[in-house]
């Protein structure tokens, strides 16, 4: 029972933000990035990915990723990323919509398809927590959402075209490896190298600058032959410690892109192998 222990604590806690990553943590519905943006070129190629929403190998694996793993600390993203995968595989555009605002009756419909644990922890979780016309979002064990036109723009398979598109790759697509561990241990345990390797804003978050400046050149080191590493996205690039990478990891591309939010700009650190 420790993932519905854990949940609870922090549906029950009235302010649980950090800037450091934890072993169970708040879950992100889906991406804040501008991921339209800027991952590319993925086509039949390996990719490693944040866990997180689970929005980043979505993408990939829409855009004909060959495999995609993920990697995360936080252990609740686990059922959550496995209950959205399966949605997706079962519903149509129009209901996964739906599902957003009413989970209950889709849930109900798939939940024999989950692993027992993930399965176990949402029958606790939709017991204890959900009515039967309410949001799996709705509690707080979840940030708070994008409206559904800003995820739209910022992710490829947010329209009914690509959606089914990627139904189709998630049928005949779904070996990847899939690590939860603290990202300064990932390196050592990754049993393959990568086309691409995407750390999300995980840099921007924490504070242990040299630590990371290891992680991200060892991480480095599980690239491919041109391979591509994106060790950093900034939200509007506000934070000062995106400097201290610049200064440090000198060969570093700076990509800027339309922000997730509208705001003007954020940027992505991209190391090329």
């Excluded at 934890?22 to 991921?35: C, Q, S, V």
């Excluded at 009413?102 to 017991?127: C, G």
Aim: hydrophobic share 30%.
């Amino acid at each position: 029972m420790t993932l519905e222990k854990e949940a609870k604590a922090i549906i029950n806690k009235t302010n649980n933000q950090s800037l450091i990553f934890h072993e169970y943590d708040k879950i992100y519905p889906f991406t804040t990035e501008n991921i339209k943006s800027y991952m590319q070129d993925v086509c039949g190629k390996d990719i490693l990915v944040v866990g997180s929403s689970g929005d980043h190998k979505l993408n990939a694996l829409n855009l004909g990723a060959k495999t995609v793993d993920t990697f995360d600390v936080n252990h609740l993203t686990k059922p959550y990323i496995e209950l959205k995968e399966e949605i997706i595989k079962n519903f149509s555009y129009e209901e996964f919509l739906s599902f957003l605002n009413n989970s209950y009756q889709y849930y109900e419909l798939i939940k024999e398809k989950l692993s027992p644990k993930t399965k176990e922890f949402w029958d606790w979780y939709f017991k204890k927590y959900i009515t039967f016309n309410a949001s799996i979002y709705s509690t707080n064990l979840f940030h708070s959402s994008y409206s559904i036109e800003e995820y739209e723009k910022i992710n490829n398979y947010f329209n009914s075209s690509s959606y089914e598109s990627l139904k189709r790759h998630l049928s005949t697509r779904y070996n990847s490896t899939n690590y939860y561990t603290d990202i300064h241990d990932l390196p050592s345990l990754l049993t393959q190298n990568y086309d691409q390797i995407y750390l999300s804003n995980i840099i921007g978050s924490q504070a242990i600058y040299s630590k990371f400046l290891e992680t991200i050149l060892n991480l480095y080191s599980k690239l491919k032959p041109n391979g591509v590493l994106y060790y950093g996205y900034f939200y509007q690039a506000r934070d000062g410690m995106m400097e201290y990478y610049l200064k440090e990891l000198p060969s570093t591309e700076v990509k800027e892109i339309p922000s997730a939010k509208s705001y003007g700009t954020d940027k992505v650190l991209i190391l090329r192998k």
